[in-house]
């Protein structure tokens, strides 16, 4: 048995211990199906279709930015293997607007003097096209304070701007890769509940920085910059980048702030992220006083003909308790400078392999059991909340004085299991302060211990997962618990996030604990217990 064994089996006798008769009696009813699973790990194993739906979601459909073609196309053959398998009602379900589509067409960066060579870079998602070709000395815009913004005025129109100053880059001395330790595993697993979220709330430096960043940005505007460059995140010629920027004040609430894919046109600057190393070294010869000169020129395609997103629902219509919903899901779309693969092609596939199995093994569920593949949420999971706003209710405005408004489907939803998060293995699930399906989902776990699978922690992940989107309106929405592996500094988001970093085997054994789940989900008498309701 592991230290990971060991603390769990510790912890279940001390919650029984501490709890009293019912969570007590809990553990002894309820059980797992291990027939079942042992057929779903026999399936996983000599059957498995993984690989073939990563590859093809990633080196086929490409990068998968919410209103783009390829998007479409990836939803297109994730639909197709749904009713290749029998599975009943698969279908687009549109929600919106959401907004412009944006693809990528052509793209070159280069510095040609004082000698060529090629940037490793990449324009930010809905970053227009420059007007051609722009070629000229870089300007690096040197300011520290506000007062500094008046040299620079009048002198930046046409000009290809170095937003920032050199992005220090720390040597890398361990392996990207890592998993979760057993130490870390048990440090979850003993979590104290979370006390409620605090709204963050920027420190007066923090402020001062965000006002200098917004005043920075409005001289690029009015002076009409031709392209901004800024170094990415990441290091070793890996590149974070996101969406274009738009300036806006500080103090403006998150729903407020303009976004580059808007109906209304914002006016967005031809933005492009450069590598760290190659930005770095664009600062350095300037401050040698040494000229640089740079060829910038993007290409963009924006399309405005569908403003709608969609999302990809299909289902295995239950039994008795069919009526009575359980669901498993994740993110389809991605970012745009790699294929999308840890992030999140790999967890789209985990839950289409997940259907498979219970429906080609001829499981009979009692509650209907839901897939749902979601768009934009890379921009907020503006899908995953469009659905449940749509079929289950919303929270308003003021949470505090008005209720949450519930649709009929409300009461007869059971939970929701999301895969997100990268490549690596399943090690437990985050409760989302649930203390209540503990020891129902450590029944399920134990018979998956010899695959890691053991930890369950009272936190929740601390991320905008379409898990939330159900846990803020009271439904039990849960994320598994997964080794990120090199998915913090290697992958998401990044133009490294490619087919090459998946890991099958460990995929094979998310898929296997993901079945697990919503299986014994749509099989237990009663529906998952909720939190306390949110009001």
Not at 23 to 46: P, T
Not at 249 to 261: A, G, V
Not at 265 to 292: D, F, K, T
Not at 498 to 526: N, P, T
Request: glycine share 8%.
């Amino acid at each position: 048995m592991t230290r990971v064994q060991q603390s769990g089996v510790v912890l279940l006798v001390a919650l029984a211990a501490c709890s009293g008769t019912t969570i007590n009696a809990q553990l002894l009813n309820e059980k797992a199906d291990l027939d079942v699973i042992s057929r779903i790990r026999d399936r996983e194993s000599k059957h498995s279709e993984i690989r073939e739906m990563v590859g093809y979601l990633t080196d086929v459909t490409g990068p998968r930015l919410t209103g783009s073609p390829n998007l479409k196309k990836a939803q297109q053959y994730a639909l197709e293997r749904l009713q290749e398998w029998g599975v009943a009602n698969a279908h687009l379900e549109g929600w919106g607007p959401f907004g412009r589509g944006w693809s990528l067409e052509g793209f070159t960066a280069n510095m040609v003097a004082p000698s060529f060579s090629s940037l490793i870079a990449y324009p930010k998602a809905w970053s227009p096209s420059t007007n051609g070709i722009v070629r000229g000395e870089g300007v690096f815009l040197d300011v520290k304070t506000t007062a500094d913004l008046a040299k620079f005025r009048g002198k930046l129109k046409g000009k290809i701007i170095l937003l920032t100053s050199e992005r220090p880059i720390a040597p890398n001395f361990t392996p990207p890769a890592e998993r979760t330790t057993d130490e870390e595993l048990l440090k979850l697993a003993n979590a104290n509940p979370a006390q409620g979220s605090r709204r963050f709330q920027m420190s007066s430096e923090q402020r001062a920085s965000a006002e200098l960043n917004y005043q920075k940005w409005k001289l690029l505007e009015s002076e009409g910059a031709a392209v901004v460059l800024e170094p990415g995140g990441g290091d070793a010629g890996t590149v974070y980048v996101t969406a274009a920027s738009i300036p806006a004040p500080p103090d403006l609430s998150y729903e407020q702030r303009p976004r580059p894919w808007h109906l209304n046109r914002p006016h967005v600057l031809p933005q492009v992220v450069v590598a760290g190393e190659h930005y770095n070294r664009l600062i350095r010869l300037m401050s040698r006083g040494v000229p640089v000169q740079l060829e910038i020129n993007i290409g963009a395609h924006f399309y405005d003909d569908d403003p709608m997103s969609y999302n990809l629902i299909a289902e295995i219509p239950g039994t008795d308790l069919k009526d009575e919903v359980v669901m498993i899901g994740g993110c389809l779309d991605s970012w745009h400078t790699g294929t999308g693969a840890t992030d999140n092609a790999a967890g789209v596939a985990v839950a289409l392999e997940v259907i498979r199995p219970l429906k080609t093994l001829d499981i009979s569920p009692r509650r209907t059991i839901r897939i749902g593949l979601w768009s934009a949420e890379e921009q907020g999971a503006l899908g995953s909340r469009a659905y449940v706003a749509e079929h289950f209710g919303r929270r308003p405005v003021n949470a505090a004085t008005e209720p949450t408004s519930r649709t009929r489907e409300y009461e007869k939803f059971s939970g929701y299991f999301n895969l997100d998060y990268g490549t690596g293995k399943i090690r437990g699930v985050y409760l989302q302060n649930n203390e209540a399906v503990r020891p129902i989902f450590a029944a399920w776990l134990a018979p998956l211990k010899d695959l890691g699978a053991g930890t369950l922690t009272i936190n929740g992940i601390g991320s905008n997962g379409d898990h939330n989107s159900f846990d803020d309106i009271g439904l039990p929405g849960f994320q598994f618990l997964r080794d990120f592996m090199e998915g913090n500094t290697r992958t998401a988001h990044t133009n490294m996030d490619v087919y090459d970093h998946i890991l099958e085997d460990d995929l094979r054994q998310s898929a296997v604990v993901a079945a697990v789940f919503l299986y014994h989900a749509a099989m237990r008498d009663e529906r998952l217990p909720r939190k306390s309701r949110i009001q």
